[in-house]
T-cell receptor
Framework: DAKTTQPPSMDCAEGRAANLPCNHSTISGNEYVYWYRQIHSQGPQYIIHGLKNNETNEMASLIITEDRKSSTLILPHATLRDTAVYYCIVRVLGETSGSRLTFGEGTQLTVNP | DAMVIQNPRYQVTQFGKPVTLSCSQTLNHNVMYWYQQKSSQAPKLLFHYYDKDFNNEADTPDNFQSRRPNTSFCFLDIRSPGLGDAAMYLC???????????FGPGTRLTVT
């Protein structure tokens, strides 16, 4: 699985958009970009994933660059409950080894009032 | 609501005393996973089951075992807990290989 690089921490004002970057410059053509988050003392929570097209769901938007070497998770209107560690993970689907979620260091997002 | 349930949420055991953590799911997913998360670290996969097929990570200590008696339940057995095994243990499920994983709330294990 490709390695990802994320900033260790970010701050965001409540109500503003939070843009969390992730670099995955060695990503392979069949690897997807996944985002999970972990609120303190809880299990990780799936947010969104994509291959090459931008994706949006009720939680967030995922913007993947054309060369797929980086992506940005966007929380459009951050709330205090969005304070969490956000993990960007790249993985191959459909193979035994590919089902493994290899968590990196993640980004600690703090949403301030 | 369909969910992943872990019991107990907090477990205290003595050094060397076997302990079992349990996980159940109402999602009817094929795959179940166990992760270990030590303080201030990211979760690390220990092993997973696809149905009854067991897959052990290469660096998972022999001290850790798992059982999946049926689709709904999965157990993590630690045969002789050491102080270094104190951690949050997370159970997760997914419908199939590569599907998004749904995590339980975790069991925090303390070893005294």
């Amino acid at each position: 699985d490709a390695k990802t690089t994320q900033p260790p921490s970010m701050d965001c004002a409540e109500g503003r958009a939070a843009n969390l970057p992730c670099n995955h410059s060695t990503i392979s053509g069949n690897e997807y970009v996944y985002w999970y988050r972990q609120i303190h003392s809880q299990g990780p929570q799936y947010i969104i994933h994509g291959l090459k097209n931008n994706e949006t769901n009720e939680m967030a938007s995922l913007i993947i660059t054309e060369d797929r070497k980086s992506s940005t998770l966007i929380l459009p209107h951050a709330t205090l409950r969005d304070t969490a560690v956000y993990y960007c993970i790249v993985r191959v689907l459909g193979e035994t080894s590919g089902s493994r979620l290899t968590f990196g260091e993640g980004t600690q997002l703090t949403v301030n009032p | 609501d369909a969910m992943v349930i872990q019991n107990p949420r907090y477990q205290v055991t003595q050094f060397g005393k076997p302990v079992t953590l349990s996980c159940s799911q109402t999602l009817n997913h094929n795959v179940m996973y166990w992760y270990q998360q030590k303080s201030s670290q990211a979760p690390k996969l220990l092993f997973h089951y696809y149905d009854k097929d067991f897959n052990n990570e290469a660096d998972t200590p022999d001290n850790f075992q798992s059982r999946r008696p049926n689709t709904s339940f999965c157990f993590l057995d630690i045969r002789s807990p050491g102080l270094g095994d104190a951690a949050m243990y997370l159970c997760a499920t997914s419908r199939d290989w590569g599907s998004e994983q749904y995590f339980g709330p975790g069991t925090r294990l303390t070893v005294t």
